[in-house]
Every structure is written in C-alpha cells, then in structure tokens.
C-alpha cells in the first residue's frame, strides 16, 4: 500500500528556480516557450500562436518533460480554439476544427502518456455543452491552466513525500531532466531534491549527462547551479563506479509512463541504471504525478517507444562522429520492469511493491 504520510510545503521553495524560470506560460498572445535546445547558453523564450507551431515545438523539443508536453497540448488546444473563434465558425464548425488540431498535437510524441490525459481532458470540455462560443474558449482556457496549476502543486507534493526517503547528507544520483523544465514548475525528481535540499543542505546530486540530448547536461546541471544545489556531472557509464565508491545513496528519476504493474518507460538508459543499482543495493526511485500513471495498460510491454532521427547519435555539435556507413537504432526511451523499483513517489504518497495493488490504491485516496 501507498505510505500517506501527512507533509507541508517549505517556504524555502519560493527561492528556488521554478518560481523564478518557467518552461511555458499561457498569454493574451499565444503561449510562452523557454527554448529547452538552446540552454545553457542562452535563457531565451519563443513565443508560440498557433497549434502548428505548438507540435513543431513539441516534436523538436523545445518544450519536454512529461508533464511539460502534456501542459503544452493542453495550450495548444486553447490556440486553436482562440484561432478558429476569430473565423467566425458556426458553433459546431468549432469545435470540430478543434478536434481536428487536438488530433495533430497527439501525433507529435508518442510514448509520455500525460499528453494524451491533458488532451482527453481538454476534449471532454470541448464536449461540454455551453451557450455560445465564446463560452467554449474560455472554458477550455480555465482546463489548461487549472492542468498547470494543479501540476505545479503535485510536482511540490512529490517533492515533500519523496523528500522522506532521502538519507542524511545524501549522494543522489538523476538521469535526465525532471525539473521545473520538465513540469509546471519545481520538478518530479528534481521536486524530490530540491525538498531534500530545503531540509538538509548537505545533500549531493549526481547527474549523469544522459546522452544522445545531453539533458542531464545541459539542463538538470543548469536547474541545480541555479538554486545553489550542489551537482556533479558525470557521464552515463560511470554510474556503476559511484556507486561501487559508495557515493550514491539513492537514485532518483522521474517518468513518461507507468503501467498499471509498476513498469516504468522513462529517458533511454534509465534501465541500465536500474539494473546497477540493483546489483549495488541502492534504492531506485520513479518521482510522477498520478497523470503518469496509465492503468490502462497492464505492462510496460504495452508501451510505445519512440525512436527519433539517427543525427542525434551520429553527430555532436553537428560534427559526425562515426563512419557515415553505420547504421543507427536511436529509442528516445527504455522500460524499466517494476522489480527494480524501490517505490514509486506521486503526490498521493508513495507506492511500493506489489505495484498493482499500490498503485490501484492512490487512484482510490
């Protein structure tokens, strides 16, 4: 069963990035992007005004992260509805082009199932009954942002519930990024670090480099130096020898999909990090908001797994670096069967094994 231990939120979290960076923002104009691709370097923010525009960024990645993606969709439905009610469209001629873009936006990433939650729920508002249409727009604008609301106080509860099994001056070790950049705001797993941090300052993270995207690299590194959290970079195949040094205590990552077992689809490498710690005795951690959680699917055998272009393996920095003649096989994910999994950190607590019993029971709190 789930531990539903009670837990407050720090104050100490207003300090943090995530109240202070946001990876988008709903305004009067369109939708504000930060440009994921484009850090570190440079903080730079795109401005998004149509539905198009929006899967574009959702397929080259210029907003990611699960829950990140699924608040994009559900942006990208209110453009479309404020798009096709300047068109003067008969009621029902609305809402049948906004289906039509709802279709498209779940066609850009096929493996983190929050889009797809966001979506159906953005379409059971478009199915509402209402009395005009401009009635229909500002009812889908009031479900995209209570979605990213109600994310950013999950991602804070996470944090606080996952913040009780980090030991005292802990090394914790992440993969990929699931940070504010990746959520609403303040992170899944980097929710789980940066409550452990407001409680002990001594605590250290780990962050493998996560290739071929490098967004262990360039963004939880980033996230961290940031908010003052002390980080260590390290590239993916040295995770075994940390943990052999006994620096890693815990490991900690966040998720696309959780099937209703407890296997858990998450960044590529995320199974081989499980697979060490496992043979070290580390405690694998997945930190997810409940809209992660498919109980449709029995196992992670269901899951589909996206594979982008070869050019993210073959180059770095658009520099080739192997011989043009190989082939490529490039999964932008991996599962990891629950049996690695010490616990599974949500919002609703924290579920551990047997996973369908648990995790049936959050849905039941």
Known sequence: MPDLMNVNTSESKSTFLSSRVHALELTPLGVKLLDQTALPGAVQYVDIHTTR??????ETMLVRGAPAIGIAGAYGVVLSARDHFVSELSEEELREAIRTDLKRLAQTRPTAVNLFWALHAMEQELDAPL???????????????????????????????GATIIPAGAGILTHC???????????????????????DPQVHVYADETRPRLQGARLTTWELVEDGIPVTLVTDNMSGA????????????????????????????????????????????????????????????????????????????????????????????????????????????????????????????
């Open 242 to 365: 940390l943990m052999r040094a006994g620096k890693v205590d815990v490991v900690v990552v966040g998720a696309d999909r959780i099937t209703a077992n407890g296997d858990t689809a998450n960044k590529i490498g995320t199974y081989n990090l499980a697979l060490i710690a496992h043979a070290h005795g580390v405690p694998f951690y997945v930190a997810a908001p409940l809209s992660t959680i498919d109980m449709a699917m029995q196992t992670g055998e269901e899951i589909p797994i996206e594979e982008r272009e070869p050019s993210e393996i073959s180059t770095v920095n658009g520099e080739l670096i192997c011989s043009p003649g190989a082939s490529f096989y490039n999964p932008a994910f991996d599962v990891t069967p629950a049996r690695y999994i010490t616990g599974i950190i949500t919002e609703r607590g924290i579920a551990r094994p047997d996973y369908v019993e648990s995790l049936a029971g959050l849905f039941r709190t």
């Open 131 to 161: 009395d005009t249409a401009a009635d229909l727009v500002d009812r889908l604008t009031r479900k995209a942002v209570q979605i990213h609301e109600e994310d950013i106080e999950s991602c804070q509860r996470i944090g606080d519930y």
């Open 53 to 58: 525009e929006m899967a574009h960024a959702i």
């Open 177 to 199: 990024n699931a940070g504010a950049l990746a959520t609403g705001g303040y992170g899944t797993a980097l929710g789980v670090v940066r409550s452990a941090f407001a409680r």
